[in-house]
């Protein structure tokens, strides 16, 4: 009986899917913009987009984080148990209002880090092998045993768009899709997502 009325509901008010399109659509397309734009840079470029989020984000926090602080070095040299006890929730409910400041700016950066993945993403797909400069993280890589997926020469490092994972040869071959955007910031805000056979699944 129930059947009756679901389809003219939906087609009334929406499925939960069509909502969630419509809420993150906008976010796809300035994700999009900003993936345009991503592909004129250099990967040395593209790389150090992550460096330049983490600025951001610190600069962000920098005042609550310069009163945590603060205040916890005033505890620390607290003497009166009770005021010391004050003074640590006052950091406690500073470390609070830190996280939402923290959810504020993730969220303000999510388009251009999202399109920071799919640029990168892209050249994987259409090279074998992307060189950059060699940072200490990529020579600690390169040195672990099995790890073959990137090599040194010089100041340089090269990274293969092949590796080695679960004892069989794997290969990057895709580029996000819209669905798959929208899938990772469902996942993002905390919700479940999943992609149907033949929505962007490799």
């Known amino acids: 009986m129930l059947n009756i009325f679901k389809n003219p ?18 976010l796809v397309e300035e994700i999009n913009e900003h993936y345009a734009r991503l592909q004129d840079l250099s990967n040395d470029e ?12 610190a600069e962000y926090l920098s005042e609550i984080d310069a009163d ?21 929730r006052e950091v406690d409910d ?4 830190r996280n939402k400041h923290l959810e504020d700016v ?13 640029e990168t993403a892209r050249r994987f797909k259409d090279n074998e092998t992307l060189t950059t400069t060699a940072t200490d993280h990529d020579r600690e890589l390169a040195a672990r045993p099995g790890k073959n997926s990137v090599t040194i020469e010089g100041d340089k490092a090269s990274w293969r768009n092949e ?13 996000h899709y819209d669905v798959q955007l929208n899938g990772g910031m469902v996942m993002n805000d905390g919700k479940t997502a999943a992609v149907a056979t033949g929505e962007g699944k490799p």
């Not at 509901?9 to 906008?26: C, E, H, M, N, W």
């Not at 005033?74 to 004050?86: H, M, Q, S, T």
């Not at 500073?94 to 209002?97: K, S, V």
């Open 94 to 97: 500073l470390y609070e209002e």
């Open 163 to 175: 590796w080695v994972a679960a004892g069989g040869d794997s290969q990057w071959h895709m580029v």
């Open 68 to 88: 945590i602080q603060r205040i916890r070095s005033e505890a620390a040299g607290e003497e009166d148990v009770y005021a010391k006890e004050e003074l640590f």
């Open 106 to 118: 993730l969220q303000e950066l999510l388009p251009e880090a999202f399109a920071v993945v799919k």
């Open 46 to 57: 593209l790389r150090r987009k992550t460096l330049a989020f983490r600025e951001r984000i």
């Open 9 to 26: 509901v939906r087609q009334l008010f929406g499925s939960k899917q069509d909502k969630d399109i419509a809420t993150y659509a906008p």
